[in-house]
C-alpha cells in the first residue's frame, strides 16, 4: 500500500486483549506432531524392565533369552554400562540398578528391539532373582532406631566402610541413616512471641500423593551421529540445564549435546528432572547405533513419573487477642521416597509462605527430608505451596475463630502491603493482596454466606452449605535458585517484516509462544500473525533456565521486549534518516512508521526493511537481548529476595457437603489473582482456570494410593480426575498493581492458581459442618469419617523427637 | 507367527483395505499402519477419551476396538473431520474460546464435540458437559471447552 493512501493510524494497544494462541488451530485439527507421533527413519522402540520387588538385592539378571528374541537389538543392565552417573539432586540414583531394587518403579534392564511388541516380548524372557529386604513404607519409619538403610553404606571385605574418595555421590558411598536433606529456617524470636501471644494453635495435617497426568504421556527419542554427537527429542521443560547435565554423564562435552523439543503434552513441572528413562534411552542409542524410541504406558506414567511431595506437617501459630499474628512454628517430614528429586526441595517455598504470606515477627521452620521405598516426588505445580497454605490458611480461621474476629479482617489485619522486607528478607514491590482479599470477599458475598452458613448448620437436611478462603504468595518474577534466571531473545525482521522471534523459553502448552509473540508486537506495532516463534531446539535458541516458578511470562517476555526495543530503536533512526525527521517524533503502528503524535504515515515497515536491505549498506534488523532479573540467591539462612516480583491471590471456594454420604459438591470459586498487569486475557483465564481445577482434583478426587510401597491405583479409572460435569462455576478477576519490572507491569501466574483451592474447601467444609479435616484428599470415605469424629489423625508425636 | 485378517472399511471417505493382525486395537493400526497421528493414546483404557474417532456415525474410543472390528464400518478421525468445512467453525470456536492449551486432549474434543452438535444441536452447557465427561483435560479446567462447543451449538442455530 501506498503511504499517501494510508489514513492515520491511531495508537493501539494489545495489552489486556484476548489473543488466540498460536498453536491452537494446528492442535485443534489434530496436525500437532507430539514426540509420540514422531517418526525417524531407522528407529528402534525401546522397554524398561522394572523391579517386581519394593526392596530388595538383585542376586542375578538373566538377559540371555531376551539377547536371543529375534528382533532384539539391544539389552542392556547395569553391568553393561559400568560407567553410567548418578543423577538427580542429590546424587543419589543410578538409571539402571544393578545390585539393589529401592522401589517398585525401579529399572533394572532396558531393551531396544524392531517393535514395541518385541521390545515387551523381550522383558518377558529376562529373569530376575531377587533377595526381599524389609520395605520402609512411611517417613515415620524411616527415622525409628534401627530402620533399615535405604542407601547403605557399602561395606569392605573387612566390615568396615568402604574408603571412598571424598564427595562421592550418595549412589555409591551411600548414607548412614534415612535422611536425605534438612531444611532449617528462622526469623524472630518465636519462644519470646509465643509467650506474648494470646491464642496459641497447634495440628498436624496431612498431605498425600497425587501426580501430573499429563495427558502425552512421557516420552523420548535418542539418537547419535557419525560424529557422536548427540541429538535427543525430549517432552523436557528445562532443555539448556538437560544439555549440560546430559553431557556429564555421557562424559563429552556439552555442546555435543543437541535437544529439540517437539510440542509438548503437558508439563506442570512433571519434566523438571532428568529421569531414568532418558539416560537409559542415550545408553540404548549408543549401543545400537540407531535412533530409539521410548513411550511410556500410562500405567507406567502413573508408576515411574513424579508425585506431588507428601509432607506430614505440624503447624504452631500463635496471635494476640487484636489479631496480630506473632508466631509460626513449623515442623515437616517429607517422604523422600527412595531416590532425591526436586520434590525434596520443596521446603524453599513452604518456608516462604510461612515467614511471608502475612506479616509475622517470628518463625521458625524445619523439614527432614527422608528416604522410604516410596515412589519418589517431583516438581508439582505450586512446589509445596499448595501443602503449606493448606496448613496456613486453616490456622488464619482457627485464630481468627479462637479471638472472635471476622476472618477476613483477620487477614486484612496481617496481610503484607507493597514497599515491605520480610523477615525473609523477600520485598514486595507490587502487592494487591488486600484488593485480592476484600475483592474476592465481596464478588463472593463471602460475608454474609459465612453467617448464614454458620446458622444453617444445624438446619433439618443432610446437605450443608460452606464457604471458605485462602490466600496465596507465590514467586512472580522468576527464582533465583541457578547461577543464572536468565532468558535469551534473538529476534529477526525480514524483507516483508515479518518477525522471527527466537527464544530460550519452552511451550508446554501454557500459551508462551502467543504472549512473547504479543510483547514483541506490542513494540513493533505488527499482528500477530506476523511473528514465527522458534523455541525447541538448543542448538539454535538461546539460553534459558526453563519453564518453572511461574517464571517465563517474567522472564522471558522481558526478554523479548528488550530484543524488540532495540530493533525498533534500529528502525526508527533508519527511518528518521530516511525520511529527514526526527526518530524520537516517530513510533511503529498497523506496519508502518508514523509520526507519533498525528499517527501519520511515514513509511510502510516493509518497505523501510527492504530498503535498508538492498541499500549500499545492505542491513537487516536483528536484535539480541539477554534478560536477567534483579532477585538475588538466598544466603546460607534461605534469606534473600529471590524474585524479581511476587504473586498474589485470594480464592473462596463455596461447597455442599452431604453429611449423609460424605460427598463435597465443590460449587462454586471465586478468585482474585494480582497478576501484576492482564497480558493475554484469554490465556491467562486458561491458566487460572485450569489452575482452579487441578486444585479441586487435589482437594476432593485425586489420591495416589501408595501401600507398602505399592501403587494401588495407576490407571484414570481409580486415580480420579476432575471431569467436565464437575466443575465449579468460576468467577475470576484480576487486580492490576503494575509491577515496575515486570513486562507491560506483568508478574508470572501458573502456579498461583492451584494453590489456594484445597485449604479454602477444608475452610468451607468447616464453616458448613463444624468438623475440621486435617488430611486431603476430602473424599467421601474421608469427610463421612471426619463428621462421624473417625478421622484418622497423623501421630506427630512419634516423629517430632526423631 | 500371529493370525492375521483382511480388512476393508471407510476412513474419512476413503475405502482402505488392509491386513492386520488380530490382536492390533484400532487405535495402534491408525497411527501406526496407516499413519494417523492426530487420534492420540492417552490411557489405553478407555477412559481419556484422546483417542475418540467416529464409527458408523458413533463417537467410540479407538483403543478399546479390535482393528479387525472396522471391518466393513465407516470410520472418521480428527483428520477426516478437519478436512471438513462443516467442522470449520467448531474448530475455530476451540481457537475463538481457548480452549486449547496444551493440545493432546483436542483432537478427542473436538471429536466428541462434534457429536453432541449432530446428536443435540441445542445442546445447554449442562448437557455438553455431560457429553465431555468421558474425555479428560488436565490443562483447561474444562469451562473453555465447554464455552466453544456451546458457541458452536448456537452459532449452527
Avoid at chain 1, 397 to 405: H, Q, T, V
Avoid at chain 1, 411 to 418: F, G, P, S
Amino acid at each position: 500500500m501506498n503511504v499517501a493512501e494510508k489514513p492515520v493510524i491511531a495508537p493501539e494497544s494489545l495489552i489486556g486483549q484476548r489473543i488466540q494462541k498460536k498453536d491452537a488451530p494446528e492442535k485443534a485439527a489434530g496436525k500437532t506432531r507430539y514426540i509420540q507421533d514422531m517418526i525417524v527413519p531407522g528407529v528402534l522402540h525401546a522397554k524398561i524392565l522394572r523391579s517386581s520387588r519394593v526392596h530388595a538385592k538383585i542376586k542375578s539378571i538373566d538377559t540371555s533369552a531376551a539377547k536371543a528374541l529375534p528382533g532384539v537389538h539391544v539389552v542392556l543392565t547395569a553391568a553393561d554400562v559400568p560407567d553410567q552417573q548418578p543423577i538427580g539432586v542429590a546424587r543419589d540414583h543410578l538409571p539402571l540398578k544393578g545390585e539393589r531394587v529401592r522401589s517398585l518403579r525401579d529399572e533394572i534392564a532396558a531393551v531396544a528391539a524392531d517393535s514395541e511388541e518385541i521390545a515387551e516380548a523381550a522383558l518377558r524372557l529376562i529373569r530376575v532373582e531377587y533377595e526381599d529386604l524389609p520395605i520402609v513404607a512411611t517417613p515415620e519409619d524411616a527415622i525409628k532406631p534401627g530402620a533399615p538403610l535405604i542407601h547403605p553404606v557399602p561395606l569392605a571385605a573387612d566390615g568396615q566402610p568402604k574408603a571412598l574418595p571424598p564427595k562421592t555421590p550418595i549412589a555409591f558411598a551411600g548414607k548412614p541413616d534415612n535422611i536425605a536433606m534438612r531444611f532449617d529456617y528462622t526469623h524472630g524470636d518465636v519462644a519470646q512471641a509465643e509467650a506474648e501471644s494470646d491464642v496459641v494453635v497447634e495440628d498436624t495435617f496431612q498431605l498425600h500423593y497425587v501426580t501430573h497426568c499429563c495427558m502425552g504421556v512421557s516420552g523420548v527419542i535418542a539418537e547419535f551421529d557419525a560424529s557422536g554427537n548427540l541429538l535427543m527429542y525430549s517432552n523436557t521443560q528445562v532443555p539448556f540445564l538437560h544439555k549440560r547435565e546430559f553431557a556429564e554423564y555421557l562424559n563429552i562435552d556439552p555442546s555435543r549435546v543437541r535437544i529439540i523439543q517437539p510440542p509438548i503434552g503437558g508439563g506442570f513441572g512433571s519434566k523438571l528432572d532428568i529421569y531414568p528413562f532418558e539416560v537409559i534411552c542415550i545408553f540404548l542409542a549408543r549401543a545400537a547405533k540407531r535412533p530409539v524410541k521410548m513411550v511410556f504406558t500410562r500405567e507406567e506414567e502413573f508408576l515411574a513419573s513424579p508425585t506431588r511431595q507428601p509432607v506430614l506437617l505440624t503447624l504452631r501459630s500463635g496471635c494476640k487477642k487484636d489479631g496480630t499474628l506473632t508466631f509460626r512454628q513449623v515442623h515437616t517430614l517429607h517422604d523422600n521416597g527412595a531416590y532425591t528429586s526436586w520434590g525434596a526441595t520443596t521446603p524453599f517455598v513452604m518456608m516462604q509462605t510461612f515467614s511471608s504470606l502475612y506479616r509475622v515477627p517470628a518463625c521458625d521452620y524445619h523439614t527432614t527430608v527422608v528416604y522410604t521405598n516410596n515412589p519418589y516426588a517431583g516438581s508439582f505445580r505450586g512446589y509445596g505451596n499448595l501443602q503449606a497454605t493448606f496448613a496456613i490458611e486453616q490456622h488464619m480461621d482457627m485464630l481468627a475463630e479462637k479471638i472472635g474476629m471476622d476472618p477476613l479482617n483477620f487477614r486484612i489485619k496481617n496481610a503484607q502491603d507493597a514497599g515491605e522486607v520480610t523477615g525473609q528478607g523477600m520485598s514486595f514491590k507490587s502487592c494487591g493482596f488486600k484488593e485480592c482479599l476484600t475483592t474476592a470477599a465481596e464478588r463472593s458475598d463471602y460475608r454474609k454466606k459465612h453467617a448464614d452458613n454458620l446458622a444453617n448448620r444445624d438446619a433439618p437436611g443432610p446437605v450443608k452449605r460452606g464457604i471458605g478462603m485462602a490466600s496465596m504468595l507465590h514467586v512472580g518474577g522468576g527464582a533465583k535458585i541457578y547461577p543464572s534466571d536468565g532468558c535469551g531473545t534473538i529476534l529477526k525482521l525480514d524483507d516483508f517484516a515479518n518477525v522471527t522471534l527466537i527464544t530460550g523459553a519452552s511451550e508446554i502448552g501454557q500459551g508462551s509462544e502467543t504472549v512473547l509473540s504479543q510483547l514483541v508486537c506490542e513494540e513493533l506495532g505488527l499482528p500477530i500473525s506476523a511473528v514465527t516463534v522458534v523455541n525447541n531446539d538448543t542448538a539454535i535458541t538461546p539460553w534459558d533456565v526453563g519453564v518453572h516458578a511461574s517464571r517465563t511470562t517474567f522472564i522471558a517476555g522481558n526478554s523479548a521486549i528488550g530484543a524488540a526495543r532495540k530493533a525498533k530503536a534500529k528502525i526508527l533512526a533508519a527511518a528518521a534518516k530516511k525520511h529527514g525527521c526526527d526518530e524520537a517524533m516517530l513510533d511503529l503502528r498497523g506496519g508502518f512508521v508514523v509520526v507519533a503524535e498525528t499517527g501519520e504515515p511515514v513509511v510502510e515497515l516493509a518497505r523501510l526493511m527492504r530498503n535498508l536491505h538492498f541499500s549500499d549498506k545492505a542491513e537487516l534488523v536483528m536484535t539480541t537481548f539477554y534478560y536477567e532479573p534483579p532477585s538475588v540467591h538466598q544466603d546460607k539462612g534461605f534469606k534473600g529476595d529471590v524474585s524479581a516480583a511476587y504473586a498474589w491471590a485470594t480464592q473462596v471456594v463455596e461447597v455442599e457437603v452431604d453429611t449423609d454420604t460424605g460427598i463435597v459438591k465443590m460449587t462454586k470459586v471465586t478468585g482474585t489473582h494480582d497478576v501484576g498487569r492482564v497480558l493475554n486475557r484469554l490465556g491467562l483465564e486458561g491458566q487460572i482456570e485450569g489452575g482452579v481445577v487441578m486444585g479441586q482434583g487435589y482437594a476432593l478426587t485425586e489420591n495416589l494410593i501408595v501401600e507398602n510401597g505399592v501403587t494401588r491405583n495407576p490407571n484414570f479409572r481409580d486415580y480420579k480426575l476432575v471431569t467436565a460435569p464437575e466443575i465449579p462455576e468460576m468467577d475470576i478477576t484480576f487486580v492490576e498493581s503494575m509491577d515496575g519490572e515486570g513486562p507491560q507491569g506483568a508478574k508470572g501466574v501458573g502456579e498461583a492458581p492451584s494453590i489456594c483451592i484445597a485449604a479454602a474447601a477444608a475452610n468451607a467444609i468447616y464453616n458448613a459442618t463444624g468438623v475440621r479435616i486435617f488430611g486431603l484428599p476430602f473424599t467421601p470415605e474421608a469427610v463421612y469419617r471426619a463428621l462421624r469424629g473417625k478421622a484418622e489423625k497423623p501421630n506427630w508425636q512419634a516423629w517430632k523427637s526423631a | 507367527m500371529s493370525l492375521k485378517h483382511d480388512i476393508e472399511f471407510t476412513l474419512n471417505g476413503v475405502t482402505k483395505r488392509l491386513t492386520v493382525d488380530v490382536t492390533m486395537n484400532a487405535l495402534d493400526m491408525l497411527r501406526d499402519v496407516v499413519g494417523l497421528t492426530g487420534t492420540k493414546y492417552g490411557c489405553g483404557e478407555g477412559e481419556c477419551g484422546a483417542c475418540t474417532v467416529r464409527v458408523d456415525g458413533e463417537t467410540r474410543n479407538s483403543c478399546l476396538m479390535f482393528a479387525v472390528d472396522l471391518d466393513g464400518r465407516d470410520i472418521v478421525t480428527i483428520e477426516g473431520l478437519a478436512a471438513d468445512p462443516k467442522a470449520d467453525a467448531l474448530r475455530d470456536a476451540f481457537v475463538e474460546h481457548g480452549a486449547v492449551q496444551c493440545g493432546f486432549c483436542t483432537p478427542g474434543m473436538v471429536m466428541q464435540a462434534a457429536h453432541i452438535l449432530d446428536t443435540n444441536p441445542d445442546a445447554d452447557a449442562n448437557a455438553i458437559k455431560r457429553g465431555l465427561e468421558g474425555n479428560l483435560c488436565r490443562c483447561t479446567g474444562y469451562k473453555k471447552i465447554v464455552d466453544a462447543v456451546e458457541s458452536a451449538c448456537c452459532g449452527g442455530r
